[in-house]
Structures are given as structure tokens and as C-alpha cells.
């Protein structure tokens, strides 16, 4: 129509039988008679697919370490985490799993594509040998890969799980700390009985590092705001949180209720203790009475 040739200009086409994405990198120049009309044209593409995925993985992970450097919500960078694997891969499901406070259980972190029914039965899942994919992986630290859940043994107890919401595959990795702590898990399901290709277990071990910094940095600011606002001998609020929950109490008051009490709890004949048997005895009684 214009005559004028067309260099580089990329598209996405969609394969109809399988309905993947293929980006393409295409050119086209008009042909010309002797008498200069157009009477077709010549064009050539070139597969730009795996480039373009390069792109936006690289983009992508910008963004999530951008959200945790502002302090995003976990929960939020660990969605936007999955759901990236997930783009960049066809055909599996991701699920991150953060192993509780206690150490022995994992809950539920993010996985935006699960049934949520799933998603339900396995929070609180324990940690240990035979504790399907994820839960072997937090108790050995190390990749779980599953291959056909229905015959492995490691999910004897979760197969009929698996098979009601078209589970056939598992490849779990654990997320650990900078120290080699397990923090959690990363898995990969599938709706195929297969192993992982050598693309996604790059993937997932992307995926375990951006996971590990992001709930590396929540726990360090739990443990920054826990020491500001507790004891640090006996674990107890301390002034500073007295004093804000006391003001939140007033305003209630106000509200709702005419009346707000303060208990106040002294030890009788502590000074006795701390000057006749020392400072780490008094330090003990005050921890004991603490944890009463």
C-alpha cells in the first residue's frame, strides 16, 4: 500500500493448534516492476521468542526487587514472583510455602493459579520424610523432584489430593536463607506426568534466591520492630508499646465505653534479690515471672 519497506518491526503471533506466543523480528520490502509499480513483496522473520522472554524475566525481576526494597507486602512480591515463573513456563503451576516460626510447618504464601480448595488442605502442612514434595524438601533442605505423584511413595498420604485438581507432577525446591536455613519452599506442579526440563529448574532456582531475599527482609524487619516495641530480656511490651496501646484504649473509651483500667503488677523484695544474689539471678526471677 505505501511502498516503503518495513525492517525489524516485531509482532506475536499465536500458534493455533497449541496457543503459544511466538515473538518474531520481521522484515518485508515491496517488489517493484521495471516500471516501478508494486507487485508483491519479499519478507523474511526471525524467532525472537526466547530474547523477548529474556526481557521480560530480566524486567520483571527488577520490579519484584524494587517491591521488596520499598517494603512491599510479602504476600504481594511472592504473587507477582509466581505468577512471573509461571509466565515464562506453559503449562505448570507455582506455589510458595513458608516454613512457620516452630519450624516443623509450612503455610500458605502465594499461588495465584492453585485451586484455592488445594490451597486450603496443604496450609499447615507438616515438614518431614514422606510429606509429599515440599514438606520432604523443608525437612532435608535439599530439591524434591516428583515426576508421577500417583506412584511415588513421598505422596502416599496427599495423591488423592493431587489427583482431584489434576496434579500429576511435582518439582519442589527449598527457599533458604543466606546461612543455609530452610525459610520455606518453592514447587513447580504440572497437569502431565514429567520430569523438569533444564529450563525450569533454572527457573526455580531464580525463583528460591528473589523468594529468600524477600522473606529474609520480613523477618528482619519483624525482628526490628519486635525489639522496639518488647523487652528485650523478658520479651514483654515495653513503655513505648504501653503507651500506644494505652492511648488506643483511651480513644476507645471515648467510643464505646466509659471506662479503661491499668493493672499494675510490682515484685515484692526484688531489690533483695538482685543485691544479695547478683544480676544474673535477678535477671533469671524476672524471666520466670515473664513466661508466667
Known amino acids: ?123 499447615g502442612l507438616p515438614i518431614g520424610p514422606g510429606a509429599g514434595s515440599c514438606g520432604t524438601a523443608a525437612w532435608l533442605g535439599e530439591s524434591v523432584i516428583v515426576a508421577d505423584i500417583a506412584s511415588n511413595p513421598l505422596w502416599k498420604n496427599y495423591r488423592d489430593l493431587a489427583s482431584r485438581h489434576g496434579l500429576k507432577s511435582c518439582w519442589s525446591a527449598p527457599v533458604l536463607s543466606h546461612d543455609g536455613i530452610v525459610l520455606g519452599t518453592f514447587a513447580l506442579y504440572s497437569a502431565g506426568v514429567r520430569h523438569p526440563e533444564p529450563a525450569e529448574i533454572n527457573l526455580t532456582q531464580i525463583a528460591t534466591r528473589i523468594a529468600a531475599i524477600a522473606i529474609e527482609r520480613k523477618h528482619a524487619e519483624d525482628k526490628i520492630r519486635h525489639m522496639a516495641y518488647h523487652d528485650m530480656l523478658t520479651g514483654l511490651p515495653n513503655r513505648i508499646l504501653l503507651t500506644d496501646r494505652l492511648t488506643q484504649a483511651m480513644l476507645q473509651t ?39
Open 1 to 123: 500500500r505505501t511502498g516503503v519497506a518495513m525492517i525489524g518491526m516485531e509482532e506475536c503471533v499465536v500458534d493455533a493448534a497449541s496457543g503459544k506466543e511466538r515473538w518474531l523480528s520481521t522484515s518485508k520490502v515491496p517488489l517493484r516492476s521495471t516500471n516501478d509499480t508494486v507487485v508483491g513483496l519479499v519478507g523474511i522473520s526471525r524467532d525472537i521468542s526466547a530474547r523477548k522472554r529474556d526481557d521480560f524475566l530480566r524486567d520483571e525481576q527488577t520490579a519484584i526487587l524494587e517491591m521488596i526494597v520499598v517494603n512491599s507486602p510479602l504476600h504481594a512480591v511472592l504473587d507477582r514472583l509466581v505468577r512471573l515463573m509461571e509466565r515464562q513456563l506453559v503449562g505448570v503451576y507455582g506455589s510458595i510455602l513458608l516454613l512457620d516460626d516452630g519450624g516443623t510447618h509450612l503455610k500458605h504464601g502465594a499461588a495465584p493459579t492453585l485451586s484455592q480448595e488445594y490451597c486450603r488442605a496443604i496450609d
Open 254 to 292: 471515648k467510643r464505646h465505653n466509659p471506662w479503661v483500667s491499668v493493672l499494675f503488677v510490682d515484685l515484692d523484695n526484688f531489690k533483695f534479690v538482685n543485691d544479695s544474689l547478683g544480676h544474673t539471678a535477678a535477671d533469671e526471677l524476672l524471666k520466670t515471672v515473664a513466661r508466667r
